[in-house]
């Protein structure tokens, strides 16, 4: 990386090269500036020569000085080479207090709106500059941190801003020439945004770049700097070797598609920055798994911010969650909105808002194993879903909509044009999910009451889901499916064989009927090859006329029978385990779709198959995500790494790279041979296991169990193929470098109590030890030969 700095007249960076690439080459490359009232002044433009001094730290450039007589700008800048790139230090004072339309310490001007593709932010979303479709876009975030990136040159640049005691915020402009302007602003308080008048919540506005509506600097001294650092954006965010689908088009929809819900610092969603009235639907139970396709650290930690912030502004003190966010209240019932923009919905009531909550608490636990952060959500996830529980007024453990009857006209989940009433399947199918979820959560947090409670009523839920619509239940033994809702008159609706209803009462574990599943996924499939589409529509038939919005009709259109990918990771999954082909051939799909149009559409028309809407939503890279999750079998878990997959024989050979709580892992996923490595330790086995691993611990979990089934501590790298683990007998093979200069601790559980076990080594007698009361045993060993079989037999 070089800088060449230009002092005289004016103070500003002139050319900036990164890996050899020039990304700023005018003599406004970055410079600094204020603007007061209608009048800007910047270091473009000194009231006189400033000083250069040169030392063995770097070089500084002092006096530099602009303004006029109602404000003076004196600034000192710091240029110190670093092993990994340059600092820029810049000390700042005002001469008096003045309100700023704008501040910019600095703005860098990269050469071509095409210099970087796009921006990750420091807390995991990303400034998309494909979205930048004309001059004067602009987007405003709050963050520290941006890193530019092209995935053609593989060049990535880092800029972090250390500012001691304040607020940073920083936006992206298309200038009219088509330049890419990155502007950083430092301020006493978080910055503002300007639109809209009286709500102040949008951060992507057209036609403009004052996204930032105007503050107060102080008089007096203030320091900041900006350090930048090159990185290969290959090596960095490569996902390793994908075989049997493409695997550049899996980065970038991961890399960008699914990013771009996440709206700014504190509000992760669906909808696209870029939407006009900006969205975020609470309503979405996705949002935290999207984190185990996008795989940075830095959305997960985003997120749980964002969390904290939803658990402090948008339940309400009942336990009532907001299902919506927007920049405007344009979307809101009439009065039905708070000051931080959470609202209701003016289509009804959707209330899997609850639920959702609870999910993406207890899957970003999941992926975190953050159990000092979920203990802050116990109470009010419990709120949550005591809120909703308590809508099951006949206990059959179904609970109620806010609406009786489908002719009320009101919505009560995510389709929300759709006016499903009384008994829903679709939000109870998401709240079992999340009961079971958080009562697993309460059981790791040490209460056992809640969990039973919530367990208990998720049994109930699921039994009466299951009995036929005849029984009060869900399932249609006409039509061979689970229905979308009843009203409070036994009138059933939605037998049209919605997919998420459906696919939900799969992939969740409701529908564990073997004949059921094959009935709803062979009638979709059979139907989707007769249509030749690429992806599942939201229902496979129309609604009836009354069943929903004048406008969804007639079929396909919209809500009733369009296609929107965003419960694509629920289809993937539903399929995965019942013939894992064809969900490839969905996610490949997919993926071609990327190649022709970017994604970047709300949903697809039934009939044309093409783009449509303006809400672009990230829930359309889910696929994606459910090829990791339910086809790769990536299962991030609080306490282990959980590998279960379903491949295909044409994915056989992938070798994924993984972060996983600090560590590097990489995956190799073979026909019936799958292993999980870090840079010391491996486990290889047939069957689907779980994976942790310390500086001198491995921990082998066996299938989904959630204990430790054996335990091995030693100091040096250590690779163990499983190839039993039964009740009587188990055994492993083992490959340990320079064997006689360590000692291997085993520590192996779940076997049967108080039984006295022989330990073989290649088939010779190491020793006999009997397992304690809780089925666990300790041996330790030196081992003889780099390659070695144990065997633990119970006698």
């Known amino acids: 990386m070089s800088m060449v700095i230009n002092y ?65 700008i004196n600034e000192n800048w710091i240029f110190q080479k670093q092993k990994d790139g340059i600092k820029w230090g810049i000390e700042r004072s005002f001469s008096k207090g003045v309100k700023v339309e704008e501040a910019a310490m600095p703005v860098i001007n990269f050469d071509d709106i095409n210099t970087w593709e796009g921006a990750y932010q420091g807390y995991g979303g990303i400034a998309w500059f494909y979205l930048f479709n004309e001059k004067l876009c602009t987007y405003g975030v709050h963050t520290r941190s941006s890193s530019f990136w092209n995935s053609k040159s593989g060049n990535g640049l880092n800029i972090v801003v250390d500012a001691p005691g304040k607020e940073v915020a920083m936006k992206y402009t298309r200038t009219n020439e088509d330049k890419l302007a990155y502007t950083v602003t430092v301020a006493d308080r978080e910055m503002l945004p300007r639109s809209d008048s009286g709500t102040n919540r949008r951060r992507f506005i057209r036609k403009s770049t004052d996204v930032w509506a105007p503050f107060n600097i102080v008089s007096g001294k203030s320091t900041q700097s900006l350090t930048f650092s090159y990185f290969d954006y290959h090596e960095k965010y490569g996902r390793g070797k994908l075989v049997g689908v493409n695997g550049d ?69 009942d336990g009532r969650v907001y299902p919506r966010w927007a920049y405007t209240n344009e979307d809101a019932m009439p009065n039905q909105w708070n000051k931080e923009g959470f609202y209701e919905a003016q289509w009804g009531i959707l209330m899997d808002s609850n639920p959702d909550f609870v999910t993406n608490v207890a899957e970003l636990y999941d992926m975190t194993g953050d159990q000092k952060w979920v203990k802050t959500h116990q109470l ?28 009320q006209k009101r919505s009560s ?56 619509t005849t029984r009060g239940g869900f399932w249609d033994e006409e039509k061979n499916c689970y229905v979308h809702w009843r009203d409070k008159d036994n009138t059933i609706h939605g037998r049209n064989m919605v997919t998420p209803v459906n696919f939900m009462a799969i992939a969740y574990g409701i529908c564990e009927d073997h004949t059921r599943q094959k009935f709803i996924l062979d009638n979709i499939e059979v139907q989707m090859q007769r249509e030749k589409l690429f992806f599942w529509p939201l229902a496979m038939t129309s609604y009836t006329p009354a069943e929903g919005k004048e406008y969804q009709y007639p079929f396909p259109e919209y809500e009733n029978g369009d296609l929107f990918l965003s419960w694509g990771a629920l289809g993937v999954k539903a399929y995965a385990g019942y013939d894992p082909a064809i969900a490839v051939k969905y996610v490949k799909n997919v993926l071609a779709q990327y190649g022709k149009d970017g994604l970047a559409y ?29 086809i790769y079998g990536v299962n991030p878990l609080y306490n282990r790494f959980y590998l279960d997959p379903h491949i295909t024989p044409e994915l056989a050979g992938t070798e994924l790279k993984y972060n996983f709580r600090g560590q590097h892992l990489t995956i190799n996923l073979d026909s019936d041979n799958y292993s999980v490595s870090n840079k010391n330790f491996k486990v290889i086995s047939s069957k689907s296991f779980g994976f942790n691993a310390t500086i001198n611990q491995l921990s082998y979990f066996n299938g989904s169990n959630p204990h430790v089934a054996l335990q091995i501590t030693t100091d040096k790298p250590l690779i163990i193929k499983l190839n039993n683990w039964g009740q009587k007998k188990k055994e492993w093979e083992q490959s340990i470098m320079r064997p006689s200069a360590t000692s291997l601790i085993y520590l192996i559980s779940q076997l049967s109590p108080n039984t006295l076990h022989v330990i073989s080594v290649n088939g010779h007698l190491l020793q006999k030890v009997s397992s304690n009361s809780k089925g666990e045993l300790v041996v330790r060993y030196k081992p003889i030969h780099i390659k070695e079989k144990i065997s633990v037999d119970a006698e």
């Open 380 to 407: 009010s996830c419990e709120k949550a879903l005591d809120w909703i529980l308590k809508r099951d007024s006949n206990g059959n453990g179904l609970v109620e909509m806010m609406t009786d009857v489908t002719g």
């Open 249 to 317: 088009q899996v980065n970038a929809v991961l890399g960008t598609i699914a990013r771009i819900g996440v709206i700014d610092s504190l509000h992760f969603g669906g909808n696209s920055w870029a939407t006009p009235y900006g969205p975020i639907c609470l309503h979405e139970q996705y949002i935290g798994q999207l984190g185990l396709g996008i795989n940075d650290p830095n959305y997960l930690n985003g997120y749980e911010s964002c969390l904290d912030y939803y658990r402090d502004h948008a339940i309400k003190s």
């Open 413 to 468: 989940d995510w389709i929300d044009i759709i006016w499903a009433s009384y008994e829903n399947a679709f939000v109870n199918a998401k709240l079992y999910h999340a009961l079971v979820k958080w009562a697993t959560v309460e059981r790791l947090l040490h209460n056992s009451v809640k969990a039973g409670q919530y367990e208990a009523f998720a049994t109930k839920l699921k039994a009466s889901f299951n009995k036929p």
């Open 602 to 630: 709300q949903r697809y028309g039934r009939l044309k198959q093409d783009g449509r809407g303006d809400d672009i939503l990230s829930g359309n890279s889910l696929s994606i995500v459910g090829l990791y999750q339910a």
């Open 8 to 72: 005289g007249n004016k103070a500003s960076i002139t050319s900036l090269i990164v890996n050899g690439q020039k990304v700023v080459s005018a003599a406004d490359g970055a410079f600094t500036s204020v603007k007061v009232g209608s009048v800007t002044y910047s270091s473009l433009h000194l009231k006189g020569k400033p000083v250069l001094t040169r030392s063995t730290a770097g070089i500084r450039i002092s006096g530099i000085c602009y303004g006029d007589g109602g404000v003076t």
